[in-house]
C-alpha cells in the first residue's frame, strides 16, 4: 500500500536521486521530474537498479509551466512535493543572475501555482540553504533557525531568501498550502550502493568532490583555502552531513506535512522572526539540517585519510574570497519536531564518497 504520491523536481540530482531511493523504501510512490541540466539520464536506470524495480519519471523542464502542468494532468493525485530543481553554483550565479533568477524562481512559482491548482495536496517540502544565514555573527553559533538572515552575497543565495519568502507569502494567502522549508548545510558522500552520488561538472568547486579526486590522481593536490582563520587549526569549519541522512530527513518532513492536521499544525515552535506570519497559519515550518558538529577542513583531509588509507596531498594556499569562517548547525529543533537525527559516523560517510569516486574508473 502506497503512502501518497510525491512529486520530487531536480530528482535525478544528487539528493534528489538520494531521496527518491529514501522515499521509495519509506513506501512512497514518486514521481521524479528533471530537465538534466545538471545531471545525467543514466541516474534514472541506476535508481531503478537499487529499488529492482521500475520507476515514473517525466524529462521536463519546471520552468516551462505548460510542460509541467502536464504531469499533473497526468498525476492528479499527488499529494506532496519535494523542490529540488534549482542551479547551485555560488560563483556561477554572480556571473549569470539572470539565469539563478529565473530557473530558481520561476520554477518555484510554478510548483506552487500548479500544487494549488491541480494537486489532491499542496504539500511542498523546499530545498533551501544554510546560505540564507549569511556570514554569521559568532554569538549565533551553532546557528539555529532564529538566527538573523543576512542579506546574501550571491544571486544563488538570494534565490533561496526570495524562494523562502515567496512561499512563506503563499501560505499566508493559500489555506490549502503547507510549506517545510529545510536548510540544508554541506551535504556529502554517497549512496552505499556507490549506484549514485554527487556528479560535478568541470573542476569540483566544493571540498569532498575535489578530495576524492585527488585522491583518484585526477587533480595533483587540493588546496586548502586559508590555515590563518580564527579558528583551532586555522583553517575554516563547517557542519557536513551525509547525503542519505539528509536525504531521510526529507522522508520525515513529508511524513509531517502530510499528517500535520489543523488541530496539531500549531504544536510546533514559533521561533522564526522573519516568518512569524507564515508560522502562526501552523503551516509553514522551518528547519536547519546539519549534525551539529562542526569540523574543520584539515580535520576533513586528516579523516578521509584515515578512513581509506588513501595519500591525500595537498597544500595550504591562500583564503577563498567570501569564505565563512565558521559555520555550523544547531539540529534541535529537526530532531524535536521531525524525530530526525543525522548519526552517520563521518569515517563512513567519506568512505562512502570515495567508494562513489572509486566507481567512476
Ligand atoms: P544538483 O544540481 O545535483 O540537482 C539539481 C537537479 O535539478 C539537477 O538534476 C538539474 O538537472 C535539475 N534542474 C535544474 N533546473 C531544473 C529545471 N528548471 N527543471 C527541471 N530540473 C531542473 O543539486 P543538488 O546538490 O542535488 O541540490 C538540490 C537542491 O538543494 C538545490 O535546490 C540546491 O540549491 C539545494 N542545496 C544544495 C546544497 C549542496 O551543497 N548540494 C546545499 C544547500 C541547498
Ligand atoms: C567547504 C570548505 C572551503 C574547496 C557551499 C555553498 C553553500 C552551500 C554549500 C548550497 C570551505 C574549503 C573547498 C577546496 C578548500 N550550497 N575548500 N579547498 O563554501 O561551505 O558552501 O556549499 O546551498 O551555499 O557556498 O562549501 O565545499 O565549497 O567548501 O579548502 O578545493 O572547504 O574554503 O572552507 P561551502 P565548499
Redesign the pocket.
Known sequence: MSKGKILL??A?????SHTWVQLSEAGYDVVG???????ERNVIGRIEKILGKTVNFEE????DRDAFSKVFQKHPDIVGAVH?????AVGESIDKPLLYYR?NIV?LLNLISLMNEQAEKANIVF???CTVYGQPDKEHLPIAENAPLKRSLSPYGKS?QMAEEILSDSVIAFPELKVCALR?F??IGAHPSALIGELPRGVPQ?LVPFVTQTAAGIRDHLNVFGNDYNTPDGSCIRDYIYVVDLANAHVKAIDKLLSSTDSNANNHTIEEPTYIEAAKTGRWFVYNLGTGKGLSVLELVNGFMKATGVNLPYQIAPRRQGDIEQVWADPKKAERELGWKADTPIEDVLRSAWNWQKSLG
Open positions: 523536481t531536480g535525478a540530482g544528487y539528493i534528489g521530474v528533471d530537465n538534466f541540466y545538471n545531471s521536463i523542464d519546471c520552468s529540488f530543481a534549482a542551479c547551485k530557473n520554477s530545498s533551501s540553504s533561496k540544508y554541506n551535504p566544493n
